[in-house]
T-cell receptor, first 113, second 111 residues
């Protein structure tokens, strides 16, 4: 079956522009996660969606970052007024129930010039 | 103290060697445990879940020690293709996000 799908795979943008990153989780998975990984670094948790519950936004680094998940499926991570330090790989993962295995998408590599 | 801690390495071992990684976690109520593998510039992929009784998958053996709050991964007869970063992952069973990732242990298997 289809895995977690992310788009675009690469995004180059200019400082100050807004970007939207998309994640399509595995069908039937209620939990969805966004992470950020800078070159050579570990995973940094950003936000977590579980079913219809309020998302856990505790990892978002600033108010320039926001995410939504429509209809309990597709999620969009939006970064407003991008800065060079936002350059990283943004990874999305989904899990059947939030307690078990996470499956990752291939990520979006964001470069802010 | 970090929720999940790993020795970052790097571990450089010759082909055929046995290598072991440990990972400690802070929350004694943690519920599930995993080892993920991440290749350079790729996404993490599940290597194996870790069960209380320990489990083995070919050359890979995972152990859980709840009393000491650590999990381990043993790789026997290392192959060049085992070169990667190994991530320890713990589900702490809290409300909200429950998964905590270690920063990873880098392994390079040398010919």
């Amino acid at each position: 079956g289809a895995g977690v799908s992310q788009s675009p795979s690469n995004k180059v943008t200019e400082k100050g522009k807004d970007v939207e990153l998309r994640c399509d989780p595995i069908s039937g998975h209620t939990a969805l996660y966004w992470y950020r990984q800078s070159l050579g670094q570990g995973l940094e948790f950003l936000i977590y969606f579980q079913g219809n519950s309020a998302p856990d936004k505790s990892g978002l680094p600033s108010d320039r970052f926001s995410a939504e998940r429509t209809g309990g499926s597709v999620s969009t991570l939006t970064i407003q007024r991008t800065q060079q330090e936002d350059s990283a790989v943004y990874l999305c993962a989904s899990s059947f129930d939030g307690k078990n295995i996470q499956y990752f998408g291939a990520g979006t590599r964001l470069s802010v010039l | 103290r970090k929720e999940v801690e790993q020795d970052p390495g790097p571990f450089n071992v010759p082909e055929g060697a046995t290598v072991a990684f440990n990972c400690t976690y802070s929350n004694s109520a943690s519920q599930s445990f995993f080892w993920y593998r991440q290749d350079c510039r790729k996404e993490p992929k599940l290597l194996m879940s870790v069960y209380s009784s320990g489990n083995e998958d070919g050359r890979f053996t995972a152990q859980l020690n709840r009393a000491s709050q650590y999990i381990s991964l043993l790789i026997r007869d290392s192959k060049l293709s085992d070169s990667a970063t190994y991530l320890c992952v713990v589900n702490m069973g809290n409300t909200g996000n429950q998964f905590y990732f270690g920063t990873g242990t880098s392994l390079t298997v040398i010919p």
